[in-house]
């Protein structure tokens, strides 16, 4: 270890703190600290940090230059009619051929949730307590079972599971620990993003600890970085894989490989395409996927004013409605593309955080307010890049319901999320034909009234196995005609035993 060349060095960029408790730690800590310094380009974060205060101040209204997104790029659920059937078979013929798989963003710790562990291991309570990373196996593993069911062909969609520092060790071990859930060990493949250092507000990088630096992820959009850097890319060329589904870990209605969206995005010819949803109101706080000087971005709400955020069109609906849920489809053709050539194009944000910190005594603190930022880019930053874009309008109350907060958050939090799968499992056995009604046998309204014995509670507490159904397929010969008395929670064992049970009665 040259120590006075690596002082020299911090010295340069002003960072000549990092080094401060030297003397204080012993030659393991010194070494790991000499590296963690040495393993870290500080000129290029350091320029990282400038940019990205630079662009902070330039928040601009676009509304000028804003258009929406031209109407034969969008597909619906609601209103593309027979289209859908089409778009259905070709996702299905897709995944039997093995040419889609799935990639799940999961670097981020559920610090907001109130755990210390990833948010995929969260139980949002569940009357099978199965948590967000079973259900999505499982979605994956029905998925592949339609598609052989419909074809003849048992296709594999691959898993990708982009973990971070913070959670890579804790998912692998959660993975091998419950088997996979029913996956092939091989077709479950987990890689690192890049983090980088927090940096305080004078643009000192902090020490997390005496001896180590202080980082976090490089957001969503570290993706593309870390596929080239992991091989990622690679792998899926070896596979023979063309196309991806790209979404964020907490949505808990997330529909894996979902056929409708992967063979609407094939039809289209579309090489990067995004599920939205319509807009609940003008002011909703989320951003909207439009057309910014002829090139598709996602347009926060405080990029725009009021009187645009209003306007609509003809039909009566907004006219800039098509709202980001961090769901997305790729070539992985694209995706090579833009790892090779636009990656180191896109812009850092910035996020103020409450960091802890080692301060002038030594002493590590925890803030009560933040002290500086996190840097991190963002997955749809990429979609300028796109002149093959679409976009897929979906139902909020079928796909959408995000588990970003703790239980006292008044949205997006565990009670929201796990009504909003009940609410979406009791439809479905409705529409399936079948009918719910209380312990004395009186009928319970298609739409039910919140009891007041448990008004945290959905009203109607049923849930259904993603091995029994993907989304709402299959459940006729189980549901219809029959009456079920709620807490309900129907699996694929529940359809062998009525299967057999109708055999025995012919």
């Not at 330039?58 to 230059?65: A, R, T």
């Not at 529909?255 to 109101?281: L, Q, R, S, T």
């Not at 833009?338 to 812009?347: D, G, I």
């Not at 910190?357 to 880019?377: A, H, L, Q, Y």
Request: glycine share 8%; with cysteine.
């Amino acid at each position: 270890m040259n120590v006075e060349e690596l002082r020299e060095e911090l010295a340069h960029f002003g960072q000549e703190h990092l080094l401060e408790f030297w003397d204080d730690l012993d030659s393991e800590k010194k070494q790991e600290l000499y590296d963690d310094i040495k393993s870290t380009d500080i000129g290029e974060v350091l320029q990282f940090f400038t940019k990205a205060m630079e662009n902070a101040g330039e928040v601009e209204k676009v509304d000028e230059k804003m258009e929406p997104i031209p109407s034969e790029l969008i597909g619906s659920v609601t209103r593309s009619g027979k289209e859908l059937e089409k778009w259905y078979n070709e996702g299905l013929k897709q995944v039997a051929n093995g040419k889609v798989c799935v990639l799940l963003m999961a670097g981020g710790q559920g610090t907001r949730l109130g755990v210390t562990y990833p948010k995929g291991m969260y139980d949002v309570g569940l009357p099978s307590t199965k948590t967000l990373y079973e259900l999505q196996a499982q979605r994956i593993q029905r998925i592949q079972q339609l598609a052989y069911e419909k074809t003849g062909k048992h296709g594999v969609v691959p898993w990708y599971i982009m973990t971070s520092e913070h959670t890579k060790d804790p998912t692998e071990a959660f993975f091998k620990r419950n088997n996979y859930f029913g996956l092939i060990k091989e077709n479950v493949v987990m890689f690192e993003q890049n983090m980088l250092p927090c940096i305080s507000f004078e643009g000192k990088i902090i020490l997390d600890q005496k001896h180590k630096i202080s980082r976090a992820p490089d957001g969503n959009g570290g993706l593309y970085r870390a596929l080239a850097s992991c091989n990622i890319i690679d792998d899926m060329e070896q596979r023979g894989l063309k196309y991806c589904h790209v979404y964020g870990v907490d949505n808990i209605l997330v529909k894996m490989a979902d056929p409708w969206f992967v063979g609407f995005c094939i039809a289209k010819g579309a090489n990067c395409g995004a599920k939205v949803v319509e807009k609940a109101y003008p002011t909703e706080p989320v951003g909207v996927i439009c057309r910014v000087d002829g090139k598709f971005q996602v347009v926060e709400y405080s990029e725009i004013t009021l009187k645009t955020a209003e306007r609509r069109n003809q039909d009566g609906r907004l006219m800039f409605s098509a709202g980001n849920i961090c769901n997305h489809f790729f070539t992985t053709d694209f995706l090579r593309e833009l790892a090779r050539e636009h990656e180191p194009r896109l812009k850092h944000h910035i996020a103020k955080k409450k960091i802890p910190f080692i301060d002038n005594s030594g002493e590590r603190i925890v803030p009560t307010k933040p002290n500086g930022i996190k840097m991190e880019k963002f997955v749809f930053d990429v979609f300028e890049f796109s002149m093959d874009f679409a976009a897929f309008e979906v139902l909020r109350e079928d796909e959408f319901s995000p588990l970003k907060n703790g239980i006292k958050a008044d949205k997006d939090n565990p009670t929201t999320a796990r009504h909003a799968l009940l609410s979406l499992h009791h439809r479905w056995v409705l529409n399936a034909g079948g009918r719910f009604v209380d312990k004395d046998g009186t009928p319970i309204p298609a739409i039910p009234s919140q009891k007041a014995t448990d008004p945290d509670e959905y009203p109607v507490v049923c849930e259904i196995s993603p091995l029994l159904s993907f989304s709402g397929e299959g459940l006729q010969p189980l549901c219809d005609g029959r009456e079920f008395t709620p807490p309900v929670l129907l699996s694929e064992g529940d359809y062998q035993e009525d299967k057999e049970s109708r055999i025995d009665n012919n």
